[in-house]
């Protein structure tokens, strides 16, 4: 899964490309009471997105009369509670309150979900932050476009989003996909996370953090939809999975 | 003739908007790339804070002032101080605001998912802040009182006066404009009853409020210039600085936060470090949409470089 070709390094959890992801892993339709879930992991870094929905709105206010209304929460892990200085790469937001992250992936996902099948609806998704340890943003994401195709909802593409690590003072070449924490902590690199759809080109969402030069995100940001494919990839295969262990258990004949 | 405009603009507010952009023009004559007047006065709350300014944007206006607190630094840290950010948004500033700063969700109200995430005040501060900090445009080694016992932290509160659309960019160049006004107090470190504590060396011992005890005192020095520019995505169309009407309806916003410090010309092109560019909204934005809203933020910095700087 190899992203693009850059000179021979070592990372510190052993990949020797800058353009290589971590392994992925994912559990779908772990929650019983939910109507999609999906525990998704990327390296060690996990996170576990319950989807419930299309339901009525418990607000009223809160409904569209055309179309759905994604609501997004987000959780950190209990070690992330109140740091004293929320800005060094040590606080699982990068300094980002959990608002400001609802807001990412609420926005990706809604360019993406078919919301005009659901009007007056709320599609409300849960994130849970289990693990962090890099690329967590991204990782949120994804664990929510998975656990939406659990719970069957119509979406018009898959939104994804990728991880990238790029020298602060621009440097060509040294960037590094799906980082770790401690790659992440680094004073002389900039976090960029970027969100992109498998069917059109473009950028849904964007949230960074530290300075970086334009080259750097368009180059992350191409970089991010080849790496999409390969984590599109994954999610089809868990899907499949997910389906023919449905098909033997629940609807053999 | 008039009226039945007001009725158009009121039912359908998208299509309104549509018959200026597909003529070039908005409904304040702009072009799409034009920013509003800015203006940034500084030094308009002397009497209770040690930095403060009033930025407007057009008819938007946001009221920055900083107050001081003197806390113990972190043992990690021993001589470095604390900047904290706030946003506050009130029925003041518009009709869509309550009492509690929050957002009224109104039947009537037509707003974009893109204008619902400029709306929220606690994922705009948490922007502010962290674009702020994170940029260490302040060294904050420069905030130190005596190493290890005590430092200043400084309380940044922005207030939205009145919303006319981009309250982001208000934001940051308030913040900006404020530290940039502020003068720490002299101070002294004192022993009062086997305590040490901090004391101001103020001029008029009976008077201690900041225009006073501002004498001697100390101004910040910057190693960034921190400049933002926002710019809506409507119909495939940018509009640079939407207004409110404009916001709401845009189907995407984009910010892009630069270093005005960091310009220089690259085969005429002008460039420089790029602090924050956050994309919301539901549109895709192509990567030479992106880079020509950098562009536009380069030249805001070029342009404000003169309010900015004293």
Known sequence: MTVSSSTKLRRPDGRSSGGSLRPLAAEVSCLSRADGSAKFSSGSTQVLAAVYGPAAPRIPSRERANEAVVAVVFKFGTKSAATADNTTSMHPGYGANERELERFVGDSLMACIKIDDYPRNVIEVVIQVIKSDGSLIATALNAATLALLDAGIQMKSLPIATTCLVPTNGIDGGYRFDPTSEEEVSEDYSVLVVSTDSVEEGVISSITFGAFQLDSFLACAEGARKASKAVIAFMRIAIEQKITREAKTLWSS | ?310
């Open chain 2, 1 to 310: 003739m008039e009226d039945s405009l007001e009725i158009f603009r009121a039912i359908d507010p998208e299509d309104y908007l549509k018959k200026f952009t597909n003529a070039n023009t908005r409904p304040d004559s702009r072009a799409h790339h034009a920013t509003r007047q800015t203006n940034v006065q500084t030094s308009i709350l002397t009497q209770n804070s040690y930095g403060s300014s009033l930025v407007t944007i057009g008819n938007t206006k946001v009221i920055t002032a900083i107050t001081l607190q003197v806390g113990t630094p972190s043992p990690l840290t021993p001589s470095h101080g604390e900047i904290d950010v706030t946003v506050n948004f009130s029925p003041l500033c518009g009709g869509q605001y309550n009492t509690a700063g929050r957002v009224v969700h109104d039947d009537y109200e037509h707003r974009s998912v893109a204008a619902n995430a400029y709306a929220d005040p606690q994922s705009l501060q948490s922007f502010v802040k962290r674009t702020i900090i994170s940029s260490n445009m302040i060294d904050l080694k420069q905030l130190c009182i005596f190493e290890g016992k005590a430092a200043w932290k400084i309380e940044v509160s922005c207030i939205v006066v009145n919303h006319d659309g981009n309250v982001v960019d208000a934001f940051l160049l308030g913040a900006v404009s404020a530290l940039m006004d502020l003068t720490l107090p002299q101070v002294k470190m004192n022993k009062v009853d086997g305590q040490e504590i901090v004391e101001l060396v103020a001029s008029d011992e009976d008077v201690l409020k900041p225009k006073n005890s501002m004498v001697g005192g100390k101004k910040l020095d910057f190693q960034k210039l921190v400049v933002p520019l926002t710019i809506g995505f409507f119909g495939g169309k940018m509009l640079v600085d939407p207004t409110l009407e404009e916001e709401s309806l845009c189907e995407g916003m984009i910010t892009v936060v630069v270093d005005g410090n960091s310009l220089s010309k690259d085969d005429g092109v002008l460039t420089g470090d790029i602090l924050n560019l956050s994309k919301s909204g539901m549109n895709k934005c192509s990567l030479e949409e992106i880079a020509a809203c950098s562009q536009l933020a380069f030249g805001r910095a070029k342009e404000l470089e003169a309010i900015l700087k004293p």
